[in-house]
């Protein structure tokens, strides 16, 4: 058995949305998307490649999963295997990091810190672009999640130039409150919701056009450290998204009665004077963008809506990194 080791990715959050693929099994995006790594989620992961078992073996916060969950490793690590002609099983540890019991396991910071567990296992030792690639292939928002700060997943021609890209280590005044609305697994997962839509919806073409010009003006806002340009982007883009899945066949909404209060708090917000702004996924969390100077102030605003452990700080995470225990 090889030595052990462990690697750490952050999850991220989308500014502009990826919805939508253009190649099922390449996971290659419709659009190009723009996320925030945040530093308060993420998961850690070991890949020993190991003669003494016949098959993968997949634990997940020390619990064997069953098959289902096993063979999606399985499939993400034969990735790897084909490429370094390795014939090994391997034992998959996983532990999901949050701050309270939410439930808030992410496919984006689990399949990145897989793709970077495997990466060293294999001796592959591929860059962080390359590693990107392939971690695209795990989850689509797993992309990102390779690099901290803010970073764009380039859609690309192929699976090849699919890849993420640092746009910004975000080492300014940025942080993100998430609003943990209901931590149930969703009834429409990301996958299928977004192939519905691509497939029905009648306003998936506007959504594409005006992706493209909030990412180049987000992307400019950004360079500038433009905060309020960035977050007023963001939130526009996040609603256009959820508009355009309001649009499919049959109509898709993540949204919860306290999902709306949560939006509400925040435009309250500014009008106090706290410049915050939201964006959601596809589930009934509500994550407001913010300076993580104005956190705790907002938090405790927040407070008076819903109880503390459903309000969460974050601040811009960092690329994947080795852990040493
Ligand atoms: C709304 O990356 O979870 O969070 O590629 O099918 O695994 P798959 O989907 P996933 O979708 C994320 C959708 C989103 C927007 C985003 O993160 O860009």
Same mark, same amino acid.
């Given at each position: 058995?090889? =030595?052990?080791?462990?690697?750490?990715?952050?999850?991220?959050?989308?500014?502009?949305?990826?919805?939508?693929?253009?190649?099922?099994?390449?996971?290659?995006?419709?659009?190009?998307?723009?996320?925030?790594?945040?530093?308060?989620?993420?998961?850690?992961?070991?890949?020993?490649?190991?003669?003494?078992?016949?098959?993968?073996?997949?634990?997940?916060?020390?619990?064997?999963?069953?098959?289902?969950?096993?063979?999606?490793?399985?499939?993400?690590?034969?990735?790897?295997?084909?490429?370094?002609?390795?014939?090994?099983?391997?034992?998959?540890?996983?532990?999901?990091?949050?701050?309270?019991?939410?439930?808030?396991?992410?496919?984006?910071?689990?399949?990145?810190?897989?793709?970077?567990?495997?990466?060293?296992?294999? %001796?592959?030792?591929?860059?962080?672009?390359?590693?990107?690639?392939?971690?695209?292939?795990?989850? %689509?928002?797993?992309?990102?999640?390779?690099?901290?700060?803010?970073?764009?997943?380039?859609?690309?021609?192929?699976?090849?130039?699919?890849?993420?890209?640092?746009?910004?280590?975000?080492?300014?005044?940025?942080? #993100?409150?998430?609003? +943990?609305?209901?931590?149930?697994?969703?009834?429409?997962?990301?996958?299928?919701?977004?192939?519905?839509? +691509?497939?029905?919806?009648?306003?998936?073409?506007?959504?594409?056009?005006?992706?493209?010009?909030?990412?180049?003006?987000?992307?400019?806002?950004?360079?500038?450290?433009?905060?309020?340009?960035?977050?007023?982007?963001?939130?526009?883009?996040?609603?256009? #998204?959820?508009?355009?899945?309001?649009?499919?066949?049959?109509?898709?909404?993540?949204?919860?009665?306290?999902?709306?209060?949560?939006?509400?708090?925040?435009?309250?917000?500014?009008?106090? %004077?706290?410049?915050?702004?939201?964006? #959601?996924?596809?589930?009934p969390n509500v994550k407001v963008l913010c300076?993580?100077?104005?956190?705790?102030?907002?938090?405790?605003?927040?407070?008076?809506?819903?109880?503390?452990?459903?309000?969460?700080?974050?601040?811009?995470? =960092?690329?994947?990194?080795?852990?040493?225990?």
């Amino acid at each position: 058995m090889n =030595k052990e080791k462990k690697v750490r990715a952050y999850t991220n959050i989308a500014l502009i949305k990826y919805w939508g693929k253009r190649d099922e099994k390449l996971f290659l995006p419709m659009n190009s998307s723009l996320s925030l790594t945040l530093d308060s989620f993420y998961t850690e992961t070991s890949v020993a490649f190991d003669d003494s078992t016949a098959e993968d073996r997949f634990y997940l916060n020390d619990a064997l999963q069953d098959d289902k969950a096993t063979a999606k490793v399985s499939r993400f690590l034969d990735l790897f295997r084909e490429e370094a002609g390795i014939q090994t099983a391997a034992i998959v540890k996983s532990t999901n990091f949050v701050p309270t019991a939410a439930g808030l396991a992410s496919s984006a910071s689990g399949m990145a810190a897989l793709a970077g567990a495997v990466n060293l296992a294999s %001796g592959l030792n591929l860059d962080k672009t390359t590693l990107s690639t392939y971690a695209r292939r795990g989850s %689509g928002s797993a992309t990102r999640s390779i690099f901290g700060g803010f970073v764009e997943w380039q859609m690309g021609t192929g699976s090849d130039d699919s890849f993420a890209v640092k746009v910004d280590d975000a080492s300014w005044d940025i942080g #993100m409150v998430t609003i +943990v609305v209901n931590d149930k697994q969703k009834a429409v997962s990301s996958r299928v919701g977004m192939k519905n839509t +691509v497939a029905t919806s009648p306003f998936y073409p506007g959504w594409l056009t005006a992706t493209a010009i909030d990412l180049e003006n987000i992307k400019t806002a950004i360079l500038k450290k433009d905060f309020e340009q960035v977050g007023a982007i963001t939130e526009s883009n996040g609603m256009k #998204m959820h508009a355009t899945m309001l649009g499919a066949n049959p109509p898709l909404s993540y949204w919860e009665p306290d999902s709306v209060r949560a939006m509400q708090a925040v435009r309250e917000l500014r009008q106090l %004077g706290v410049p915050c702004y939201f964006t #959601m996924d596809a589930g009934p969390n509500v994550k407001v963008l913010c300076r993580l100077s104005d956190s705790q102030t907002i938090k405790n605003y927040l407070s008076n809506i819903f109880d503390p452990t459903q309000l969460i700080i974050s601040g811009p995470g =960092k690329d994947i990194e080795e852990i040493t225990d």
